[in-house]
């Protein structure tokens, strides 16, 4: 949220470097996240002064040029060559001095220097307005009015505006200080502690008319609409506003549309009050009806889009048709234009939940829904639209034609709050005076109606809809005291924790410790994800967790894998040129279930691209599903549950072919590489291999396991490969399932390292060369066990799988 500080002293008499506003307001809970100085005018005007043309004549060597003796309030007349063709003596004109900087439309600066133009030395330059930002006119130079004061400062002559402007971070709960008047009043009570400080409120109309309504108001939807006001104003004059109001727009980030347009907007800056205004001529029926969508119903938005309403949807209606999203977004046919000459001015108070899922329903975020959705002062309604007319009054020349129509059927009273001071002093850390506690209270219109020893009765304001429990109160008290104000205890006590046994955490980090000792890179993602990726992530649609109000179609359900989530991070990192990756992320999944929603956590691998950098000395491979088991292995290792492993196929929808690691007949996780036609949605040619560790499973069964502590074998290891034929839809699983059934002592590990599809193969068969490692140890394994060994695999292979080894 953007605060003008020339604005914000219209309300609070200070004067206090804009770094010190800065520094109270961060210290009373307004975050400030950036102060950027504005300029009405681009530098300023600085170095640009008024002068006075005392000489001129013809350019010698330039028909079009004239040279010019002008007096810019120095000791001599400085000599400047002119083009413009209206430059003539006698005249005040405005005069950029050697050194200072002009801008262009587009912001690009150029320095005025000490010249020759045609043999003839120029110390300046006359300006046009377009030159100096005033204007679009280059016809000639700007002449200005006699009584200008010679070498006064352009920048006071032409009342050009310098600000600074204050960014706050605005957290939800602090609607009462979305407005220059709400950070003007958190000011004010924090000086008032060293000094009476009070804020001044903005005029408002005096004015009444008591004749028969113009437009009657319908509110059928009190729930949505708890105040609606509004009234008539005729003979209204559309035109430009007058500066100060276009550059206190500008400086907070807002164009200047038009006077009427931009009255509603300053008001709601200034007072954090919404108001929208119509064009009373287009309002059919002369009736505004406050109301529900109709389901299906259609509705073209301001920015030209037809928008299908939702039932929820409240709405601002006409007699025939809707007009305006309530508090959200205006029609495209009930604006105010150039030809608008009467108008209904709307203020309202409407329910923030309505509002915000609204504005979520149609992806709409305006000033107004941002206001709406965090709740607005329903007894400052009313003022605001007579602050509207005050202005309207005042700079439009309009007249209020008709009384004002307010719908309050149950008044918002200040809320009673029973609180106990002590408990209050115990949560702050400090006993405090308690006439001190008072006068904070009172800075921030907390009334105290009753006060029994300890026990306080306050009443909160309607605009602190955040202050609704004792805990409350003492945040409100302490960062008007100060939180810096109480010291820190001499003594920090505190009570041991006991974790269960294994510590998640330590765990977690030691595992992450590992992979990025690997050459992993952790990512962190969204588990909201996009609703395209529930035909590949999920097995029952029935089981996925959507939104009801979705920000986009991008996050529109909760995750079922942490596949998509690291895919977009594949592409977003290779079309930046960084195509070889190793990643890894902990996150949770979700499902819905007959008896509620579970979650679930996760370890997700991907490994992708070349498995070393490009070097003059080797040749860079491409990483393999090899490269991923062997991760897998040392992760599973480390968890000792290494022992009583079995394999199987995998049974998801995203792979071209992997495996699914049991243990105890629980999956601990599956692997294998993603399918060709889902790596081609997100952009990625290069093969993705993928490893999905169930996370919970795999602590539940680490319970209990001790670390094993063995010697290294003396005795060697020992490789041999098979190239097998096979049907394309066997799996590697089913191929290491198989081998590990066989030789259950003897067989150490199982490896894939090729696969190949395509040209010289049968139709429906696939090639795959699979490793399978061998150890005794306690003897050196000969060659014929060894062969007998790979036969018994090679006969379980041909009969169960219909495998050929190939030549």
């Known amino acids: 949220m953007k605060i003008s500080y020339n604005w914000l002293k219209k309300h609070i008499d200070i004067n206090l470097p804009v770094e010190k506003v800065c520094e109270i307001l961060t210290d009373t809970g307004l975050e400030v996240e950036g102060l950027d100085k504005f300029e009405s005018i681009k530098g300023g005007l600085q170095g640009i002064v008024i002068g006075e043309v005392l000489e001129k004549w013809a350019h010698p060597g330039a028909d079009r040029l004239s040279v010019t003796k002008v007096d810019i309030g120095g000791n001599e007349p400085v000599q400047i060559v002119c083009g413009a063709p209206n430059v003539d003596a006698g005249q005040k004109v405005a005069v950029a001095t050697v050194g200072s900087l002009l801008y262009d439309e587009k912001g690009n600066s150029f320095k005025i220097k000490k010249s020759k133009i045609r043999g003839e030395e120029s110390f300046g330059m006359i300006c046009a307005e377009d030159e100096l930002g005033l204007g679009k006119d280059h016809d000639g130079i700007m ?228 206001r709406f959705e965090r709740g607005v002062d329903p007894n400052k309604t009313k003022y605001a639209l007579k602050r509207a007319v005050y202005l309207l009054e005042d700079l439009c020349g309009a007249q209020l034609a008709a009384p004002y129509f307010d719908h309050y059927p149950v008044k918002v009273e200040k809320l009673e709050l029973d609180v106990n001071i002590g408990r209050i002093y115990r949560l702050i850390g400090k006993k405090l005076q308690d006439d001190d506690v008072k006068k904070i209270l009172r800075s921030l219109d907390i009334d105290v109606l009753e006060q029994k020893a300890e026990e306080w009765k306050l009443a909160i304001p309607t605009y602190r809809v955040d202050v609704t429990r004792e805990a409350d109160v003492a945040e409100e008290i302490l960062r008007i005291y100060g939180y810096n104000n109480i010291p820190l205890p001499e003594r920090l006590t505190t009570s041991l924790a006991f974790n269960d046994y294994p510590d998640k955490e330590k765990v977690k980090n030691n595992i992450s410790n590992i992979l990025t000792g690997m050459g992993f890179t952790e990512m962190m993602s969204n588990s909201l994800t996009s609703t395209d990726y529930i035909n590949w992530m999920s097995k029952d649609e029935d089981s996925v967790v959507k939104l009801l109000n979705p920000l986009s179609s991008d996050l529109g359900v909760l995750r079922q894998s942490l596949l998509g989530n690291g895919l977009e991070a594949i592409a977003y990192n290779q079309n930046r040129k960084n195509a070889d990756l190793r990643l890894f992320e902990f996150g949770n999944i979700y499902f819905k279930e007959e008896k509620g929603y579970k979650q679930n956590e996760k370890l997700s691998l991907f490994i992708t691209g070349a498995r070393s950098i ?190 050929e080894l190939r030549g």
């Not at 319970?703 to 290891?717: A, D, M, N, R, Y």
Request: proline fraction near 2%.
């Open 143 to 370: 002449v200005l009015d006699g009584d200008a004061k010679v070498g006064s400062e352009a920048a006071s002559y032409f009342s050009i505006e310098n600000d600074w402007v204050i960014e706050i971070g605005l957290t939800p709960n602090r609607s009462d200080a979305i407005s220059h008047i709400g950070v003007a009043r958190d000011l004010a009570a924090f000086l008032n502690q060293e000094m009476p400080t009070t804020i001044s409120w903005p005029k408002i109309s005096d004015k009444n008319n008591n004749a028969e309504p113009i437009i009657q108001v319908e509110v059928q939807d009190a729930e949505g609409a708890s105040r609606y006001c509004g009234t008539v104003m005729e003979k209204v004059n559309v035109g430009d506003s007058p500066e100060w109001l276009k550059n206190s727009l500008k400086a907070i980030g807002l164009e200047s549309i038009n006077n009427v347009v931009d009255i509603s907007n300053y008001v709601m800056h200034e007072l954090g009050q919404p108001l929208h205004i119509f064009d009373a001529d287009k309002i059919t029926g002369n009736k505004v009806i406050v109301r529900r969508a109709n389901k299906g119903e259609k509705f073209t938005t301001l920015d030209g889009i037809e928008r299908e309403l939702h039932q929820e949807d409240l709405m601002i209606c006409n007699q025939d048709s809707p007009m305006c999203i309530a508090g959200v977004f205006g029609g495209k046919d009930s604006g105010v234009s150039d030809q608008t000459k009467s108008i209904f001015i709307e203020s309202a108070c409407f329910n923030a939940v309505s509002i915000r899922k609204s504005a979520k329903r149609h992806q709409l975020n305006t000033d107004a829904s941002f």
């Open 614 to 803: 490009e070097n003059w000395d080797n040749n860079s491979q491409s990483l393999t599903y090899a490269d991923l088991l062997a991760v897998n292995d040392e992760i599973i290792s480390k968890f000792s549950l290494d022992k009583g492993l079995q394999t199987e196929g995998v049974d998801t929808n995203y792979y071209e072919d992997g495996m699914t690691v049991l243990r105890q007949r629980k999956p601990l996780l599956h692997s294998g590489w993603i399918k060709k036609s889902i790596l081609k949605q997100f952009g990625i040619k290069s093969a993705v291999y993928y490893a999905e560790f169930d996370w919970t499973e795999l602590l539940n069964q680490y319970k209990g396991q001790k670390v094993k502590v063995k010697s290294i074998s003396k005795f060697p290891k020992v490789r041999r490969d098979f190239s097998l034929l096979l049907d394309e839809n066997i799996s590697f699983g089913q191929i290491k399932e198989i081998a590990t059934k066989t030789e259950k002592r003897l067989l150490k590990n199982v490896g894939l390292f090729d696969v190949y599809e395509g040209k010289n193969l049968p139709s429906g068969k696939k090639s795959y060369a699979v490793n399978f490692i061998l150890q005794d140890e306690e003897a050196t394994m000969t060659d014929k066990k060894v062969d007998k060994i790979m036969a018994n695999i090679l006969v379980r292979l041909q009969s169960e799988l219909g495998a």
